[in-house]
């Protein structure tokens, strides 16, 4: 055991050593990130100074420390992809990348980490990107404290903040994404943890997955995108207490549910959107502790969707609690508190003593004709909505909330 | 004109009337604010208040003012003087007095409120100017009626009527339209639907203040886009002010026509 840990110590200690440290800038021995990269071996550690570099092409193919210090700019001059990582163990830290090329063909990255493991990129700063970070077929990898701002208009010609493809345990933390297409996109990525990113101001989405599983995102901030978050084709996300916001507009919402099974979706708060969540084909999920509030439509559901439970959730002053397009409900809800409520709680248990009806009669009729919506809050459609209240006909009769909270509910 | 202008208005300021209407507003006021801590929620509760209530109560206190005050009307007559001074005068005297109790009865509540420091301030001076014009509309359709129809219990009938009409049936019927000729492009037709009712007109102009997100959707563009602008406001205010002129045109119109 002793000489186990002897020799650990000697590993230690003897690791920095062996690895050198190369130092770039313009009046050093070495003048460019990528003659550096050349001359460096495995496990050394690039060091590069304050300054602009115009290269492209770097090819990181081996284990490479690459620090930048006081934020050294490479411009890439939109010539093409900038940095390429195809060696595990690479760190890339405090660079400043910018200009990354644009094209129809190929997907040019800021930096792309391409069969990789144990990669690390943080504070880096990306401008004017077509695809930031790009990381494919990768694993046990780290992505934190980056800033991406695009400067993205149209879907056609844009490219994602960062975009991971057939990748695993990629840790996405503390990242700002501005003016991409899409700012997080996951695609046949599995096991991922996404937390505290902030990301607004994009053209399309805030947060995408496609067939990915497994994944977890927290605490992030989605505001002001074409909409959300956007979840297809998936198992087992969960969704842990993000805020969606302002994500406003004639086909926005804040979070896309489309072919979803078994997610957990707690703790988040969606305000100020047209549609907070709009749900289509998705069984298995759990709604809990949510806010809704000042939303066009907290919930959309669109169809297909059994099982899903919706329970101690705040309605808070949407414009339609929930709408469905068919009479057909297998969805459960249940001690949610709902604003519109007007029953009353002779037991004070705290819980209405008559359920709540969320899905009226008029939400209905504008999931129909969507112009009809030009009679919002008109006393012809309160007096209809009482009358299909008391006597259901168009909305689902079993969607109840048999006990609606008659104070918000706090957890 | 002015001068019986003045008469009516301070007949109808000595009235109980104009002080329970008063009173009503300021209550309504003072309840929703203090007792209620969401001030958006007030200001919907307050817009169904003006889009519903306050149409009501101009049609049925034009109509009973008409009426109450006919043997006077008719002393008046047979003075030198003009006809359509006489029934303007009466129609502006009521208007205004009603104007001023809701102006004054929810104003006061908001202003001690600490509404000029609020943002809210544009907000609810549209929901006072809408309230003013449905004022102005309400009482002058009551006054054609009264003056249409010599019985009273018809005239309080039709008056009832058109108010429920235009607050209730009308939104029906053009539900109605909306979803029989759903497969046709329709955002020409509701826009022109809303504009031809004067309370479907204030409702949509207050909403777009307040809960646009819904509006917003997908269809909800057009209308944003419409009523949003200042085009679509002034084209807004330009008809709500045809629904005031054209009822008191035809006050004057009948009112040089009608034998007493």
């Known amino acids: 055991m002793k000489k186990l840990v002897v020799f650990m110590c000697v590993i230690l200690m003897t690791g920095p050593i062996i690895a ?48 930048g210090r006081n934020q050294p700019v490479i411009d890439g001059e939109l010539k093409g992809e900038i940095i390429t990582i195809i060696s595990d163990n690479v760190t890339i830290d405090g660079l400043m990348i910018k200009n990354v090329g644009t094209s129809y063909t190929s997907d040019y990255a800021a930096i792309r980490v391409k069969r990789s493991k144990n990669f690390t990129i943080q504070n880096v700063v990306l401008e004017k990107l077509f695809f930031g970070i790009y990381v494919e077929r990768s694993s046990d990898g780290k992505i934190l404290n980056n800033k991406i701002i695009g400067d993205a208009v149209e879907e056609y010609n844009s490219g994602n903040g960062i975009q991971l493809w057939y990748s695993k345990n990629i840790q996405i933390e503390n990242n700002t994404v ?30 995408h997955f496609m067939f990915s599983n497994d994944d977890v995102y927290e605490d992030n901030v989605f505001s002001n995108n074409g909409a959300g978050v956007a979840v297809m084709f998936s198992k087992r996300i969960k969704m842990y207490n993000n805020l969606f916001k302002d994500n406003w507009g004639t086909a926005s919402y804040g979070m896309l549910l ?3 099974n078994d997610a957990e979706i707690i703790g988040n708060t969606f305000h100020d959107n047209t549609i907070g969540i709009s749900i289509e084909g998705s069984n298995r999920i759990i709604y809990k ?41 297998d969805n459960t809800f249940d001690r949610n508190y709902w604003s519109s409520y007007t029953g009353y709680d002779l037991n004070k248990n705290g819980i209405g003593d008559i359920p709540y009806r969320p899905v009226k009669l008029f939400s209905y009729i504008v999931n129909r004709t969507p112009e009809t919506i030009i009679l919002l809050r008109s006393m012809f459609i309160d ?29 | 004109m002015l001068k ?24 309504l006021g003072i309840v929703l604010l203090f007792l209620n801590n969401d001030l958006s929620k007030a200001v919907i509760t307050l817009m169904n208040v003006i889009i519903i209530l306050v149409p009501l109560i101009g049609t049925i206190f034009g109509v009973m003012y008409y009426y109450n005050s006919k043997e006077f009307t008719e002393l008046l007559l047979a003075q030198p003087l003009k006809r359509s001074s006489i029934f303007l005068g009466q129609y502006l005297g009521v208007a205004i007095s009603l104007s001023m109790s809701l102006i004054l009865g929810l104003g006061l509540p908001f202003v001690f409120y600490g509404l000029f420091e609020s943002s809210a301030i544009w907000d609810f001076s549209l929901l006072l100017i809408t309230g003013t014009f449905l004022t102005l509309i309400f009482t002058a359709l009551a006054f054609n009626i009264a003056l249409s129809n010599e019985n009273k219990i018809k005239g309080f009938g039709y008056a009832i009527l058109l108010w429920l009409f235009l607050a209730v049936i009308y939104d029906g019927i053009f539900l109605l339209v909306l979803i029989g000729f759903e497969e046709y492009p329709l955002d020409k037709v509701s826009l022109i639907g809303t504009m031809l009712n004067p309370i479907d007109l204030s409702r949509t ?25 200042n085009y679509g406001l002034i084209v807004s ?3 709500l002010s045809l629904w005031v002129i054209v009822p008191v045109l035809r006050i004057v119109y009948k009112s040089k026509k009608k034998d007493f």
């Open chain 2, 237 to 239: 205010f330009i008809a």
């Open chain 2, 205 to 229: 102009l207050i909403l777009l203040k307040l809960d646009i997100s819904a509006l917003l959707g997908y269809t909800g563009a057009i209308f944003k886009q419409f009523f949003g602008t």
């Open chain 1, 20 to 67: 050198q440290t190369l130092e770039v800038c313009k009046t050093c021995a070495i003048t460019s990130v990528q003659a550096a990269i050349i001359q460096a071996k495995a496990f050394d550690t690039i060091v590069v100074k304050k300054g602009v570099y115009k290269e492209h092409n770097l090819n990181v193919d081996k284990p490479l420390t690459i620090i």
């Open chain 1, 258 to 260: 489309k072919e979803i």
């Open chain 1, 289 to 329: 502790h949510n806010n809704f509030r000042n939303n066009g439509w907290a919930i959309k559901v669109r169809g297909a969707c059994y099982t899903n439970t919706f329970t101690e959730n705040n309605f808070l002053y949407n414009s339609f609690d929930i709408a469905y397009n068919s009479n057909v409900n």
């Open chain 1, 383 to 411: 007096i209809i909505d009482f009358s299909e209240k008391v006597s259901p006909v168009f909305t689902p009769d079993d969607l109840l909330d048999n006990n609606p909270l008659m104070k918000k509910a706090i957890w």
């Open chain 1, 178 to 207: 501005q003016h991409v297409r899409d700012g997080i996109y996951l695609e046949f990525s599995d096991f991922c943890t996404i937390k505290n990113n902030l990301s607004s101001l994009n053209v399309r989405y805030g947060l």
């Open chain 2, 4 to 27: 019986i202008l003045k008469y009516s208005f301070y007949d109808l300021m000595r009235s109980r009337w104009s002080y329970v209407y008063f009173a009503f507003y300021l209550l």
